[in-house]
């Protein structure tokens, strides 16, 4: 699978958008863009995920790049309970493929 | 989304002694489940694919007699660490994959003393 990069951490005011980036520019042609989120003590959450059209769903927008090297997730709305580290993961859509987890963002969000 | 649990969310065991998790697909069947481990302030790291009626495939570093892996059926898979020790002490979490998607049991939480 692709690997992906991302910051370390970033900060968002409440009620704001944040826009978390992420990089995979050796994605494959076969490969989607997954978004997950680990609040603390807890199981990764799926948020999204797309292969080369922006999606959107009642948690957040994925905007995929022309090129597919990179993208975007977007939380319009950001709240307090979106504080948790959001995991960018390419992979392809064969049943037996795991996701790898790399190091993903801290988001935080403040009052 | 499809929800799979697991069991027990928290587990405190004696060293030496061996301890099971169990997870479960709650709503649909999985004929492949996924068992990661997390340790403070890591990533998930995959420990082994579970397949309903044959083998584990371990990834390379995992003990596959320390860790056993049974998925006897197609909504559950279970985890066993034997002879658990202190450095096994760490977040284990399953999920099984639904079509395009992945879905996470909440964890369960080992501590060997």
């Known amino acids: 699978d692709a690997k992906t990069t991302q910051p370390t951490s970033m900060d968002c005011a409440e009620g704001r958008a944040a826009n978390l980036p992420c990089n995979h520019s050796t994605i494959s042609g076969n490969e989607y863009v997954y978004w997950y989120r680990q609040i603390h003590s807890q199981g990764p959450q799926y948020i999204i995920h797309?292969?080369?059209n922006n999606e959107t769903n009642e948690m957040a927008s994925l905007i995929i790049t022309e090129d597919r090297k990179s993208s975007t997730l977007i939380l319009p709305h950001a709240t307090l309970r979106d504080t948790a580290v959001y995991y960018c993961?390419?992979?392809?859509?064969?049943?037996?493929?795991?996701?790898?987890f790399g190091g993903g963002t801290r988001l935080m969000v403040k009052p | 989304g499809a929800v799979v649990s697991q069991h027990p969310s928290r587990v405190i065991c004696k060293s030496g002694t061996s301890v099971k998790i169990e997870c479960r697909s709650l709503?649909?069947?999985?004929?492949?489940m996924f068992w990661y481990r997390q340790f403070p302030k890591q990533s998930l790291m995959l420990m082994a694919t579970s397949n309903e009626g044959s083998k584990a495939t371990y990834e390379q570093g995992v003990e596959k007699d320390k860790f056993l892996i049974n998925h006897a059926s197609l909504t559950l898979s279970t985890l066993t660490v034997t002879s658990a020790h202190p450095e096994d002490s760490s977040f284990y979490i399953c999920?099984?994959?639904?079509?395009?998607?992945?879905?996470f049991g909440p964890g369960t939480r080992l501590t060997v003393t």
């Open positions: 993961i390419v992979s392809s859509n064969n049943a037996g493929n795991m996701l790898t």
């Open positions: 709503d649909f069947q999985a004929t492949t």
């Open positions: 999920s099984a994959r639904v079509g395009q998607g992945q879905y």
């Open positions: 797309g292969l080369k």
